[in-house]
């Protein structure tokens, strides 16, 4: 993790579940790695369960298992990481169909929207998609679009010009957001409006994304 102490592996040594578990310890200057501490269930199972990731700026998670895949395939969970680990009784109902996983929308909090971080997750996936590759557009019916000789109309190709644009500017806005939020955290109350400023600014983003999303959709068909 960032903080360059807490450390999330991956062994099938002992304390584990069954096969691969995710194992979390944290760095001591005196004594090294402190005493691992298998993280439990739903992360672990009798599956192989071996590769957790959290992205600290927009509070997202991921971690693969081979736990309910098809063939020759890994599940992968995002997830919102939690300050505190919640333990249940034994006897608490529905125990063992919560630790499968049976129902993934049983782990959401009642009433809760999760809109805005999914487009969080969105976005950060577009960015991985397009490493090797101009952008990652989706167009409808399926197909995607990579690369700038993918359009057949000018005019959204322009569109899709200004629509990275506004994913950078986005993207910018939300790595300032993150860093004005940490000197808040550390005392620095002054910033409360810059820090409601960009928030808002954020939000117009957002809109702005979407707009030209559809207006490159509309142009190109």
Known sequence: MSDGVTLY???????????YDIFLTRRDDDNGYLNPQNIGMPFNSPYDDYMLAIDEINGIGWWA???????????????????????????????????????YRDTWAPGADYTSLLEQIEETSQVAKTKNADFYFAMPGGKIYRYWDDFSNNQARNLMENYLDAVTKLNTDKRRLAVLRKKYAGGDTRLTSDILDLELSIEKDRLEIKR?????VMAEK
Not at 14 to 19: F, L, T
Not at 212 to 216: E, G, Q, R
């Open 65 to 103: 298992t081979d736990r309910n895949q098809i063939e020759d395939s890994i599940t992968i969970y995002k997830f919102i990481p939690s300050e505190l680990r919640v333990n249940y009784p034994s006897d608490a109902p529905d125990l063992a169909s919560k630790a499968r996983i049976d129902n």
């Open 9 to 19: 592996f991956a062994n099938n040594g002992d304390g584990s579940i069954g096969g």
């Open 212 to 216: 030209l999303s559809n207006a490159v």
